[in-house]
């Protein structure tokens, strides 16, 4: 059963005429919306045209990071509220306001009212619910505890993003810093240094100081060559987008690289372990298997090197070989880490260590993005304020030269 088109007449609280149009799944489910903002229906009809038939097409993602925390956390207080999951996902349908959110509950609403289970409806959209989620929703169903389940995703999913949200963050601003230095000095270079020739022209025997004269010398050659070298600078980075996206063997070696910047690496390391020790813990502590677990996480992680990871511990399940042992012989894994997996091993409770190795990693998360900041800033401060200095005294320079030739 597909969405239909509808339109409506109706007059809200105030006695004013609304009218609209929404996607749904029958009449009744438009009465109930409708219903639901106090309106009085005067007229619903249904309505078709290309334009309805192109708007079933949709590209990418339907819901970002926040809505799905916010469905989440909604969805989970329903059930826990004793609200059947489908009348949950009926409710929640009807009081959104986002028509591709709406979209999207009325086709998980309309495929679990076709006999599906919430986790193979959730499946059918990968892009917005990530294999996690539906690996933890199919334990939850399984246990009979989706509700509290869905809760803890959702509280997993905001950590995540806080946690994101922090490091680029972090990684923002010396960026902008940076970005605010090279357009200063690119400007300078460009409008100001010029103006000194002219002046120095009517000067008869004035010379220009060396150091003036070589930023002269660098803002006529960036005026000259700007078309080029605007286009050697696109094309290096077209360049290394589509070998990074296309030959692996360059993608691991950037990985890598990424991995050993000082500073930033460390941060690119520590966000992995994050998601890897909460993925596992949310997981093992729900009664799923290892290797299952490990599959999962392996699929959600994005960084090659942290899949190879997932992909060389499960080789040693396999083999018998301990859980421990690839973390450990890991170059960029904490080696807090690969221990504190080891004494789960040997106490036989992997799944608490693991809780705890994630609320420490959580923990520290803030602590070490803020000591970033207060160490990046300044530096970058520094450089930028040496770098406008500098520029300044080129220009200061021939004045007081000036003034002494004269």
Known sequence: MDLR????????????????????????????????????????????????????????????????????????SLLNAGVKLIGALELLSLQQENRNQRKLYFELYQQINNGLSFSKALSKRPKDFPSLLVQMVEVGELSGDLGPTVIHMADYYENQMKVNTEIKGALRM?????????????????????????????????ELPAITQMFLNVGNFLKAYVLLIFGVILALIMTIYLLNKYVTKVHYGLTVFGLK????????????????ANALTQMLSNGVNSIKALQTVRNILKNVIYRELMEKTLKYIEDGKPFSKAFEESSYIDPIMAKMIATGERTGNIPKLMENLSKYYNGITELRVQQLKNSIQPILLIIVYAIVGVLILAIMLPMLSLGSQI
């Open 5 to 76: 088109n509808y339109k409506y007449l109706a007059t809200n609280a105030d006695g004013r005429k609304v009218k609209g149009t929404i996607e749904a799944l029958n009449r009744n489910v438009v009465v109930k919306y409708l219903q639901s903002k106090n309106y009085t229906i005067q007229n619903i009809s249904e309505y078709k045209n290309i334009l309805t038939q192109l708007d079933k097409i949709t590209f990418g993602r339907l819901l970002s990071p926040k809505q799905l925390i916010f469905f989440l956390k909604q969805l989970g």
């Open 174 to 206: 010396p960026l902008i810093y940076l970005a605010a230095a090279i357009l200063i000095s690119v400007g300078m270079l460009l409008f100001v240094f010029p103006n000194i020739t002219g002046l120095f022209q009517s000067f008869e025997g004035a």
């Open 261 to 276: 910047i000082p500073i930033f690496g460390s941060l690119i390391q520590m966000n992995n372990q994050i998601m890897i």
